[in-house]
């Protein structure tokens, strides 16, 4: 499985942006997906979590201002950003983890960087 992130980019404290993670490969055998975020100096973090069948789990830090999506059709999850604020600033990367012959496959996308700030 391959992953491409993407909608990163500038936005003011307040403010909101959706990043996209797209699939691609043996997209059927994806498990769950990730969003995890590093910031300068720190180590990543997870942020938000949705399994195949749809449930969401969220880091204390972005509970009820994020929101993780997905749309099946276009093997895209979404991390819709809103209300951030600049201890958001960090790399964005999605992760999935899944079923590999017998085995639990781990793949990373590249980081997307958001920076809050006005």
């Known amino acids: 499985v391959q992953l491409q992130a993407s909608g990163g980019g500038l936005v003011q404290p307040g403010g909101s942006l959706r990043l996209s993670c797209t699939a691609s490969?043996?997209?059927?055998?994806?498990?769950?997906t990730d969003w995890y975020r590093q910031a300068p100096g720190k180590q990543r973090e997870a942020v938000a979590t949705?399994?195949?069948?749809?449930?969401?789990n969220y880091a204390d830090s972005v509970k009820g201002r994020f929101t993780i999506s997905r749309d099946s059709a276009k093997n895209t999850v979404y991390l819709q950003m809103a209300s951030v604020i600049p201890e958001d600033t960090a790399v964005y990367y999605c992760?999935?983890?899944?079923?590999?012959?017998?085995?639990?496959?781990?793949?990373w996308g590249q980081g997307t960087l958001v920076t809050v700030s006005s």
């Open positions: 992760h999935v983890n899944f079923y590999y012959n017998d085995e639990i496959g781990s793949s």
């Open positions: 490969g043996s997209t059927s055998s994806i498990i769950v």
């Open positions: 949705i399994t195949r069948g749809g449930s969401a």
